[in-house]
């Protein structure tokens, strides 16, 4: 009998290319076990060899280890208690603005987080404090991440939210990279809405390309405004980035990912021609409408432009 509480899978992959002759397994082996308010994991990777692409294998060419591992508690309920990890984590602030912690497999994006985050929920707060480093191109966790997030949920029509974060890079005498955020996110009626801002603070671009006439050196701004009504659903979007990706010293670790605002098609077709989203020149719209005919059959239709500042 499986022992309860006991989760196991595995993903396999096996490519070979005639043309070069080359092969690329990958293999991602998880192990899960939770009794109580604990719960602990790991994730056995193999790669052998990797993906030739340095930007996908990220220093993993012929690799065999425990690259993923976590002990959490998590004490109380939904809505007081207090969850504390420690290892390697995963975390989302708002819809990703200023830390977008995450894994997705089908292209290859893995930032997660080793080190410790701590979230309260008290009175309608929700309070979450990390500290953690991300695996840079080379495999090394040299730089430190920082972050704090503080939201207000004790009122349903509306949500407040607002984030702060600090690179430390490993590189003496660099400046710190800072990111901070508000964000507003009410919802009546039928009408739910999202508005977030941000900026970004960073002392030797402050010297080096505004000549200290500026102490915000990157801003953003994203919205989103929800309708539904019956089977017919309508969205708008809007966003406006200039220099706020939050990266490492290096460049090669990526700390956001702010709402790209425009449809992700699963189908190939549609997908022809993507657009790599710029956090650091972009402003754009999106506006959607989709319709429910039946279980089965759902309609959608957009339009997006997205443009250079």
Excluded at 133 to 149: G, M, T, Y
Excluded at 153 to 167: D, E, I, S, V
Excluded at 225 to 249: M, R
Aim: glycine share 8%; hydrophobic share 35%.
């Amino acid at each position: 009998m499986w022992p309860e509480g006991l989760g196991l899978s595995n993903q396999l992959e096996y490519s070979y290319n005639r043309d070069t002759e080359a092969e690329i397994l990958e293999n991602w082996l998880n192990l899960d076990y939770s009794k109580g308010i604990f719960s602990t994991g790991l994730r056995f990777e193999i790669f052998q060899p990797n993906d030739p692409d340095p930007s996908i294998n990220r220093g993993k060419n012929k690799f065999a280890e425990i690259d993923y591992k976590y002990i959490r508690a998590d004490i109380g309920d939904r809505t007081e208690g207090l969850d504390i990890v420690v290892g390697n984590y995963y975390s989302l602030f708002g819809r990703g603005m200023i830390l977008k912690s995450y894994e997705d497999r089908a292209i290859r994006v893995d930032n997660n987080l080793l080190g410790l985050k701590v979230t309260g929920k008290y009175a309608g707060f929700v309070i979450t404090g990390l500290t953690g480093a991300v695996a840079n191109s080379n495999n090394e966790r040299k730089e430190i991440l920082h972050a704090l997030d503080l939201e207000y949920r004790g009122w349903k029509p509306l949500k407040l939210g607002a984030t702060y974060a600090l690179n430390l890079p490993d590189v003496d005498g660099a400046a710190r990279t800072s990111m901070a955020s508000l964000r507003v996110v009410p919802s009546f009626w039928n009408i739910d809405i999202y508005a977030e801002y941000s900026v970004q603070q960073n002392n030797d671009v402050k010297e080096n390309v505004f000549n200290n006439s500026e102490s915000i050196v990157g801003q953003g701004f994203y919205g989103n405004l929800n309708f539904y009504l019956g089977s017919l659903s309508l969205s708008s979007e809007y966003k406006y980035y200039d220099n706020i990706a939050f990266t490492s010293h290096d460049g090669t670790i990526a700390y956001n990912t702010p709402p790209s605002v425009r449809l992700e098609y699963t189908y190939q077709l549609p997908n022809r021609h993507p657009s790599p989203l710029n956090p650091d020149n972009e402003q754009g719209f999106q506006v959607a409408a989709g319709y429910n005919l039946s279980d089965d059959t759902y309609l959608t239709g957009a339009f997006t432009q997205t443009k250079t500042l």
